[in-house]
């Protein structure tokens, strides 16, 4: 695809497997699934489930800025959560990242994730 162009940025943790941090077509990014990893040590921030959703949003937003954009030009989120009793305190987290209107989303729960984390969270965007 010759539309296709790679984000990458050293402000996000860099891949852990065989894909990019970031994928634009024309004006829709995809935003690959981001744990709470710190993108300078690629080690596991700890903590409880708000400062690890935190890192997460800080590192989906490094790779909207890398784009070009911001996470209010999200219209989709994904979030995996190894518990949904962490619910509500999420959506705390992730309503300091994002003004109204607000995106699509879903969230769901899952038996594992990369590394041990207990969320996940990716985006797309429509810049």
Not at 73 to 98: C, E, P, R, Y
Request: aromatic share 4%; proline share 6%.
């Amino acid at each position: 695809m010759s539309n296709r162009a790679i984000i990458a940025t050293a402000s996000a943790p860099q891949a852990i497997g065989p894909y990019s941090q970031g994928t634009k077509v024309g004006n829709t990014v995809w935003i690959s699934g981001q744990i709470p990893l710190d993108p300078h040590s690629m080690e596991m921030v700890t903590g409880d489930i708000a400062t690890e959703a935190e890192r997460v949003f800080q590192n989906l937003l490094a790779v909207a800025e890398a784009a070009g954009g911001t996470l209010d030009d999200a219209v989709k989120i994904n979030i995996s959560l190894t518990d949904l009793g962490d619910f509500d305190a999420v959506n705390a987290v992730m309503a300091g990242h994002f003004n109204d209107p607000y995106p699509a989303r879903a969230c769901v729960q899952v038996a594992a994730l990369p590394k041990g984390a207990r969320i996940e969270v990716e985006a797309i965007l429509a810049l």
